[in-house]
């Protein structure tokens, strides 16, 4: 069975530092992997993408700096370590894979991106307060 499991989400304080894990169950981490974000009442958000052919990583504005992520070399794991972390970063985080190609720096700006992606993850939520 294909699963994406998520965890190490939790609550913060300003500044401080998290990470992210994305299991791969049943599969491997081919093509690409990404990660978004949904905070309450609003839509979901690319965070940051990598491609695994290459390793090449993308990421929002609003984290570059911040966050950075990285997988295992077994590409069953990839992680998103989110470091300075601010309260507008308060979301529930989900990792999101497909079983084709996907280019990162199109799939990370959709603005509906879960008919896109084939498998998503069960979500994990941060919280970032004093």
């Known amino acids: 069975q294909v699963q994406l499991v998520e965890s190490g989400g939790g609550l913060v304080q300003p500044g401080g530092s998290l990470r992210l894990s994305c299991a791969a169950s049943?599969?491997?981490?081919?093509?690409?992997v990404a990660w978004f974000r949904q905070a309450p009442g609003n839509g979901r958000e690319g965070v940051s993408c990598?491609?695994?052919?290459?390793?090449?990583?993308y990421y929002a504005d609003s984290v570059k700096g911040r966050f950075t992520i990285s997988r295992d070399n077994d590409k069953k794991t990839v992680y998103l370590q989110m470091n300075n972390l601010k309260p507008e970063d308060t979301a529930v985080y989900y990792c999101?894979?497909?079983?084709?190609?996907?280019?990162?720096?199109?799939?990370?700006?959709?603005?509906?991106?879960?008919?896109?992606?084939?498998?998503w993850g069960q979500g994990a939520l941060v919280t970032v307060a004093a």
């Open positions: 990598l491609h695994i052919s290459d390793d090449s990583t």
């Open positions: 999101a894979t497909d079983s084709t190609p996907f280019p990162c720096q199109v799939v990370m700006h959709t603005l509906n991106p879960d008919p896109v992606l084939e498998y």
């Open positions: 049943g599969f491997t981490f081919d093509y690409a």
